[in-house]
């Protein structure tokens, strides 16, 4: 009932960004907020009552008591396990909190099992599998795509990660052997450049829903759509980088300590940890790199788009924004 809610705090808006979402510190910190990986502990009932303070106090009411530290606590949940556009609860594995431990597994499983094309085929697959999860449940959720569109995807990415795999693998047989270690980075990489945007083609295709400085919906552009899948693949290889370039350094440089090489069951483990250690800071670093609220030179947008908006509000609308998705 009403007479229960006390009214929301003067001045305190859930959704305004605690940080400056303009700077890369600012987006940082936000982004070691929503993709703190301990969120994906919290239980479905608690999260369900943090959707619950969220949507109450959008609307302008919280339970009495309410402190700005629980309000904030509720608000962190919900963007680390609600999509932004459509409010749905998105799955575990595709959320970014569990970038983490579930990137942290597979890269680590990656770097170790690198050396026999069976081992190198399953791990990427595996990988694909995880990233096709990931793509289709950050997707910008106003472009719905069909299963058979998932399919294709998953398919074409998982086809080119193993064939970038495979055929690196045979190639470096005869190179230094840090360069083998390197294949399955490349492999991750090419894989997101196929992946991504395979997985998003309905924005593509259709475009993006672009608006105004304040939020009024002005039309689709496809321009802004490939600038935001863009960003996204440039953000995932960065993700992966570190981890995946200079971990294969440091253990190429401990492998050949007698100590290690008493220890070998203890390597993939090894790997896996130091592979955390990269993610735990890399996840949010790598998107945080662009604003999630992208923006568009009106001068960049199809020139059919660009005619309409100006005809409508003249030169009002200098930029237009979107949101690019993870």
């Not at 309000?71 to 909190?97: C, Q, T, V, W």
């Not at 790199?289 to 992208?294: A, I, K, N």
């Not at 409508?312 to 998705?325: A, I, L, R, S």
């Amino acid at each position: 009932t009403h007479a229960e809610m006390a009214t929301v705090p003067l001045g305190f808006n859930i959704d305004a960004p605690r940080w400056d979402q303009s700077t890369f510190v600012g987006r940082l910190k936000h982004f070691l907020n929503i993709t703190d990986p301990r969120t994906v502990l919290v239980p479905e009932e608690e999260l369900d009552r943090a959707k619950a303070l969220v949507e109450g106090c959008r609307a302008g009411l919280v339970p009495p008591g309410s402190s700005q530290e629980q309000l904030l606590y509720a608000k962190k949940l919900y963007d680390s396990a609600f999509h932004p556009d459509s409010g749905e609860k998105m799955n575990l594995i595709g959320r970014m909190s569990f970038q983490v431990p579930g990137g942290m597994a597979l890269t680590g499983c990656m770097l170790q099992f690198y050396r026999t094309v069976p081992a190198v085929v399953f791990w990427q697959w595996v990988n694909q599998s995880f990233n096709a999860i990931v793509n289709y449940t950050n997707r910008n959720a106003a472009s719905p795509i069909s299963l058979r569109q998932i399919g294709v995807a998953y398919v074409t990415a998982t086809g080119t990660a193993l064939a970038t795999a495979v055929g690196l693998n045979l190639y470096t047989k005869r190179a230094p052997p840090l360069l083998a270690r390197w294949v399955p980075f490349a492999a991750v990489a090419a894989a997101n450049c196929v992946n991504i945007p395979m997985m998003r083609q309905q924005e593509i295709i259709n475009g993006v829903t672009v608006t105004d400085g304040d939020n009024n919906e002005l039309g689709c552009s496809r321009r802004a759509a490939v600038k935001g899948i863009a960003q996204v693949v440039v953000s995932r290889i960065t993700m992966a980088a570190p981890g995946m370039i200079i971990l294969p350094i440091i253990m190429e440089r401990l492998e050949k300590f007698p100590f290690m090489q008493r220890i070998r069951v203890l390597h993939g483990p090894l790997q896996v940890l130091l592979c955390g250690g990269f993610l735990l800071f890399m996840v949010p670093a790598a998107c945080a790199l662009f604003p999630q609220r992208c923006c568009l030179a009106l001068a960049d947008l199809e020139p059919e788009l660009r005619d309409s908006i100006v005809a409508k509000h003249g030169d009002k609308v200098p930029y237009v924004y979107f949101n690019k998705g993870l």
